[in-house]
């Protein structure tokens, strides 16, 4: 399994930026994608979640809850990250991630230790 980020930048306070994740390799059939974030000197925060096979279900952390969307396209096997409203504490390396093995307890997918697979970090810095 391969997962490459894409599409972070400098951007301005209140701006949007797309992140993009492509997924090759493995069956993600039953998996959970994440998006996690992280800031030199502190622990990989999480951000968002959406299980690969059902859009529907979704997760967010509260910091990002009504400005961050997650979504995928399974034909194109990509994952994404809208983010609307950009604010300078947002400013870390994005990363995305995979648990192929679907986990039913929803505490885990916030926590970086569930996920298996990792793409390389894209940065995002929001300047005010």
């Known amino acids: 399994v391969q997962l490459q980020a894409c599409g972070g930048g400098l951007v301005q306070a209140g701006d949007s930026l797309r992140l993009s994740c492509a997924a090759s390799?493995?069956?993600?059939?039953?998996?959970?994608m994440g998006w996690f974030r992280q800031v030199p000197g502190k622990e990989r925060e999480f951000v968002a979640v959406i299980k690969w096979s059902t859009a529907s279900t979704t997760y967010y952390a509260d910091s990002v809850k009504g400005r961050f969307t997650v979504s995928r396209d399974l034909a194109k096997r990509m994952l994404y990250l809208q983010m609307n409203e950009l604010k300078p504490e947002d400013t870390a390396v994005y990363y995305c991630?995979?648990?192929?093995?679907?986990?039913?307890?929803?505490?885990?997918?916030?926590?970086?230790?569930?996920?298996?697979?990792w793409g390389q970090g894209t940065l995002v810095t929001v300047s005010s």
């Open positions: 991630a995979v648990d192929p093995t679907y986990n039913v307890d929803r505490r885990t997918w916030s926590r970086p230790g569930t996920y298996t697979y």
């Open positions: 390799g493995g069956n993600f059939g039953s998996a959970i």
